[in-house]
Nanobody, 135 residues
Framework: QVQLVESGGGSVQPGGSLRLSCAASGFRFKDYAIAWFRQAPGKEREGVSCVSMSADSTWYTDSVKGRFTVSRDNAKNTVYLQMNNLKTEDTAVYYC????????????????????????????WGEGTRVTVSQ
């Protein structure tokens, strides 16, 4: 059974930090680029970050650059998203997703300025973890 399971979400005040984890099983994890998406209440899902198969390259949407860091441990089949200096605008459900082996982050990240990413390139999705940033 293919699984992507996010964890680490919660409630935090502005300026705080959280580390999200995405644990994968049931497929060849190391052959997939992994992307993080998020969906805020009442808004469309947007791309947040992407890490290549070997972690040689990483991508971030402009709104999180300098605050978020994506990494992966292929030996543990796990991807992480370290989120620092959180803002209220970061409130959302965060999802990890695995891109198909024919592509990579270059085929997923169509824009880093807030436009849509190539969600249909993703083979597998987790069910999300909720992040709430508020006073």
């Amino acid at each position: 059974q293919v699984q992507l399971v996010e964890s680490g979400g919660g409630s935090v005040q502005p300026g705080g930090s959280l580390r999200l984890s995405c644990a994968a099983s049931g497929f060849r994890f190391k052959d997939y680029a992994i992307a993080w998406f998020r969906q805020a209440p009442g808004k469309e899902r947007e791309g947040v970050s992407c890490v290549s198969m070997s972690a040689d390259s990483t991508w971030y949407t402009d709104s999180v650059k300098g605050r978020f860091t994506v990494s992966r441990d292929n030996a543990k089949n796990t991807v992480y998203l370290q989120m620092n200096n959180l803002k209220t605008e970061d409130t959302a459900v965060y999802y990890c997703a695995a891109g198909d082996p024919s592509g990579g982050c270059e085929t997923i990240v169509l824009s880093t300025t807030g436009g849509p990413w190539r969600e249909h390139a993703m083979d597998y999705w987790g069910e999300g973890t909720r992040v709430t940033v508020s006073q």
